[in-house]
């Protein structure tokens, strides 16, 4: 069997060796596109696979490693822009401060909840263990999305009251709008209607004279 110069192991035998890594790197690709997509979306250290609190450097390290591995460029799986694009999200939103503080705060509120209902401690055993962390996980889920709910409840209200506000504006816009034309028109008329009142008072001082001269001329019977 043929071999290289440099190499003792057979061309045949490389190649196959290239193969199965080739194979076992789309799978590695394949496999953690998946884990993104099944990850909950609202749990931005979910979809990077992260533990609550990174650190920055860690967000930012792991998300470098990540977007190369999956990176729609380099692989063939159609679901890979779609993985690529929440992986970036999730980044993004990790980086912004405040993003991020909320997130921690609910991820916080929902170990306490855990707590809190099992009736254990911040001292209890029981929080040192891989149930209290599946739990903690279900509970994060259930917190975030009555937060995302909440969320969304007051933009619409928000929404809803700018309608108010802006359908008022828009009728005081209308009112003054009818008002200046009704202005122009009263303007745009008024040389007729000066004229009119002319005519009426000349005409009315013309019928006086005339039945003061009709009176005049009457003679008195017998």
């Known amino acids: 069997m043929a071999t290289t110069p440099n190499d003792d192991t057979p061309v045949d035998n490389r190649d196959a060796l290239e193969v199965l890594e080739s194979e076992a790197k789309e799978w590695d690709k394949d496999a ?40 729609p460029d380099k692989t063939k799986n159609p679901q890979a822009p779609d993985a690529f694009d929440r992986l970036k999200k999730a980044q993004t939103e990790l980086m912004d401060e405040k993003h991020r503080q909320t997130l921690d705060e609910a991820i916080a509120d929902a170990r306490m909840l855990v707590i809190r209902e099992n009736k254990w401690t911040v001292d209890s055993p029981e929080i040192k263990t891989p149930e209290f962390d599946k739990k903690w996980a279900e509970k994060t889920t259930v917190v975030l999305i009555d937060n995302e ?14 309608g108010r506000e802006q359908r008022k504006v828009d009728e005081e816009l209308e009112v ?17 209607r000066i004229s009119s009142w002319r005519q009426f008072q000349k005409g009315k001082t013309g019928g006086e004279g005339s039945d003061k001269k009709k009176k005049k001329k009457l003679k008195p019977i017998g």
């Open 149 to 162: 709910q909440r969320r969304r409840r007051q933009v619409k209200a928000q929404m809803q009251e700018e």
């Open 32 to 71: 953690e596109i998946d884990r993104i997509l099944k990850a909950f979306r609202l749990n931005a250290y979910a979809v990077l696979g992260l533990k609550p609190g990174a650190p920055e450097s860690d967000i930012k390290n792991l998300y470098r490693r990540k977007s190369l591995l999956i990176h």
């Open 176 to 192: 003054r709008k009818r008002k200046r034309q009704h202005d122009e028109d009263w303007e745009a008329t008024r040389d007729q």
